[in-house]
């Protein structure tokens, strides 16, 4: 297979020394990356990085190589641009159309997906320039990430740093899987995504817990976020994954918390999506101790009934609320996966649910997915193999369209 053709721009602002682990992030996943800095990137990664992580050439100007016309030949052989980090400036200068060297050049021939990261101080963000700038890139069908908080250049911290560049490949290839997962339909939505396994403590050392990793979880927080939600996120425990971008993170460690967690944000939110892999069952007490081997008393997996948070949202549903469960399914000999998980829907009452074929290496710690999307009155759609971001757009699309307008 041809490898996916990636053009990576790179603008001038500090967080462009991110860009080398993007650019390693895109080589070792398969991709062929050539990298477009502009000439102010060039002041703080040097050519050699580049040309040494992308084996290839790395020029600025539309005057290197002339004869191959490189800025057509780019722009028309590229499978998807990712601009990591868009400053202030590149992206005034995308939005204008503006062609002043090889990188806003491109951006003019180019016909593929193309996704800005950007980074930049909150207040060149927040200005009313880069806000208009966004808005017209967006409406031209362009994915232009919302930002990161944290940490910024010097001493200031606040909105406008560069999404994490595991994040920013994930939502490339989810442009490479599907060139309209990122559309804005979800602005001025509320989401809650749970996501995670819960851990039952036993003692003070021991729990029962569960394989999932949170990244189904974590790309559903992010698609949202990235579709224009304001998203809370509760993670149960998780993989080392870093925070989605413009989400907010709740920490939580037991079904019992979890419960606690989702239960308010859920009241005001337009959808909830319980991702989350709930412990089923907790034990009966809690030792104050560590229950020492051999010991007799107490049983140590004497297990009591956790809530079904779930059914509690569904009961607790407000009007228009789309609820959306998840079901990790293997078969027996009652029924297969598909069967369990229709049953499932209809015992939960929620109005869609995705099915998940589990066991031999399938679904869980893993970062593709597959399964079915079926929906409460009838419909399933069968969800072919690809990455968690692509299953959490196909989420995303259904939850969307059951949504009334916001003015209804
Ligand atoms: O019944 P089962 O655990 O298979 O159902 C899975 C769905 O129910 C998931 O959406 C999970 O987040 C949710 N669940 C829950 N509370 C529980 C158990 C599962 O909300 N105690």
Same mark, same amino acid.
């Given at each position: 297979m041809v490898p996916p053709r990636v053009l990576l721009g790179v603008a001038g602002g500090?967080?462009?020394?991110?860009s080398a682990e993007l650019l390693r992030l895109l080589t070792e996943t398969g991709h062929s990356v050539r990298v477009l800095p502009t000439a102010a990137a060039l002041e703080f990664v040097g050519v050699a990085t580049f040309e040494a992580l992308s084996g290839e050439a790395v020029h600025?100007? /539309?005057?290197? *190589? /002339?004869p191959s016309v490189p800025h057509v030949a780019l722009g028309k052989g590229a499978d998807l641009v990712v601009v990591a980090p868009a400053t202030a400036d590149l992206l005034a200068r995308a939005a204008h159309g503006r062609a002043d060297d090889l990188l806003t050049a491109t951006l003019l021939t180019a016909r593929c997906p193309v996704l800005f990261a950007p980074a930049m101080h909150t207040e060149m963000w927040e200005h009313p320039a880069t806000r208009d700038n966004v808005a017209l890139l967006r409406s031209r069908g362009v994915v232009v990430m919302e930002p990161a908080s944290g940490r910024l250049t010097g001493t200031d911290t606040g909105r406008g740093r560069l999404p994490d560049p595991a994040e920013i490949a994930e939502l490339g290839r989810l442009l490479l899987e +599907?060139? *309209?997962?990122?559309?804005?339909?979800?602005?001025g939505r509320r989401v809650v995504v749970s996501a995670g396994g819960t851990r039952e403590a036993l003692d003070p050392v021991r729990f029962l817990g569960n394989r999932s990793s949170g990244r189904q979880g974590f790309a559903l927080a992010r698609v949202a976020a990235q579709r224009g939600a304001a998203v809370t996120l509760v993670a149960a425990h998780t993989a080392d994954l870093g925070d989605p971008s413009a989400v907010d993170v709740v920490r939580v460690g037991s079904a019992a918390e979890l419960r606690e967690a989702m239960l308010g944000p859920a009241q005001g939110a337009d959808a909830v999506v319980m991702a989350a892999a709930v412990a089923d069952f907790r034990p009966a007490a809690l030792a104050p101790r560590k229950i020492k081997k051999?010991?007799?008393? %107490? *049983? %140590?997996? +004497?297990l009591t009934t956790n809530p079904d948070i779930l059914v509690e949202l569904v009961a607790a549903r407000r009007p228009g609320q789309v609820i959306v469960g998840f079901a990790a399914e293997t078969g027996d000999e009652t029924g297969d996966a598909l069967h369990h998980g229709r049953e499932k829907l209809a015992r939960k009452g929620c109005d869609l649910l995705v099915v998940n074929i589990v066991g031999d290496?399938?679904?869980?710690? /893993?970062?593709d997915n597959a399964g079915w999307l079926l929906c409460a009155g009838g419909g399933e759609t069968e969800l072919a193999t690809g990455s968690k971001a692509l299953l959490a757009s196909y989420v995303w699309d259904a939850v969307a369209a059951r949504l009334k307008p916001p003015s209804a």
């Open positions: 500090i967080a462009a020394y991110k600025t100007g /539309v005057f290197a *190589d /002339v +599907r060139s *309209d997962a990122l559309p804005g339909d979800l602005t051999g010991a007799a008393e %107490p *049983d %140590p997996l +004497r290496g399938k679904a869980f710690e /893993v970062p």
